[in-house]
């Protein structure tokens, strides 16, 4: 075999690693520990969508790299009308993550909000675990929490073939693919 081989380099081993994180478990810890949805029609919509949200690898990704726990993510009802009031509150943290409440329906109870613009309001909401006032310092540290969202999600990081060539790299869950170009 070792004359087969040549005297070239020894072949290598490629971790594994990367394949089995999609399958492992949350940090026991730092992760969505419960949700919780309101007593409305669609409910089993609305708590498969914070379920995806609290598997989503970019969220336990953030939660690991901060530090941080949900105790509960729930819904929260519809308060004012989006683009209309001049308060409509989309989100709420309380207790620095010891609840953190978002608004899924539409207005009109009748429909859901687009779970990319619901994931952006997790974003808002998971920095107020570590700042409260909305300063520039916090709007900075939610831009990272989005960034890091992305960066530290295997799946969005796209893989290159052996030979260098690139992989597409797959959208989070609950992302729909960008239009075609005309």
Not at 49 to 77: K, P
Not at 142 to 153: A, F, G, K, Q, T
């Amino acid at each position: 075999r070792e004359a087969a081989l040549g005297a070239g380099p020894r072949p290598f081993a490629v971790s594994a690693a990367p394949l089995l994180r999609a399958a492992r478990e949350p940090h026991p810890e730092h992760r969505v520990h419960a949700v919780e949805v309101l007593p409305l029609p669609g409910h089993e919509t609305a708590r498969a969508m914070l379920e995806e949200l609290a598997r989503d690898e970019g969220v336990q990704a953030v939660l690991e790299h901060f530090r941080w726990r949900v105790g509960v993510l729930d819904e929260l009802m519809p308060d004012g009308l989006v683009g209309v009031d001049p308060v409509c509150v989309m989100g709420l943290n309380t207790n620095h993550g010891q609840r953190i409440s978002l608004r899924l329906r539409t207005d009109d109870l009748a429909g859901f909000r687009r779970m990319d613009k619901i994931r952006q309001v997790l974003w808002h909401e998971l920095a107020h675990n570590e700042i409260s006032e909305h300063t520039p310092e916090f709007f900075a540290l939610m831009r990272r929490v989005e960034r890091l969202s992305v960066d530290l999600d295997w799946r969005t990081r796209g893989a290159r073939t052996l030979d260098g060539g690139r992989v597409a790299a797959s959208r989070p869950v609950g992302v729909p693919a960008p239009a075609p170009a005309p």
